[in-house]
């Protein structure tokens, strides 16, 4: 099975960036659309991003279109979230997750594999 690690959450000042990164292994890193998720205390799940498997084609929700940008490496077994324009709202617990497959989902339920998150914390 599929083991994926996120790094690169912190704390930032609203109107600042992140860019949190997920490394997977134990798996064919590129068989895999890879997606990112994030949870906020009190709130469900929500869909961020996802890419398909060779990175042609992105998917995000619309909170974050504009602002946010996806990417991956095969070579290096990863995907990335580039955060720009950081919202308090933003402040959630943020996830990857791998699914098998080729279409692009965003129901988290889709995705087999997750990592174990990364707090992104925004303030005013």
């Known amino acids: 099975q599929m083991q994926l690690v996120e790094s690169g959450g912190g704390l930032v000042q609203a109107g600042g960036s992140l860019r949190l990164s997920c490394t997977a292994s134990g798996g064919t890193f590129s068989n ?12 469900e799940r929500e869909f961020v991003a996802t890419i398909s498997r060779r990175g042609s084609s992105v998917d995000y929700a619309d909170s974050v279109k504009g602002r ?14 580039q955060m720009n324009s950081l919202k308090p709202e933003d402040t959630a617990v943020y996830y ?29």
């Open 32 to 43: 895999y659309v890879m997606g990112w998720f994030r949870q906020a205390p009190g709130k």
């Open 68 to 81: 946010f940008t996806i990417s991956r490496d095969n070579a290096k077994n990863t995907v990335n979230l």
């Open 96 to 124: 990857c997750a791998a699914r098998f497959g080729i279409q692009l989902v965003v129901g988290g339920n889709e995705y087999a594999t997750w990592g174990q998150g990364t707090q992104v914390t925004v303030s005013r």
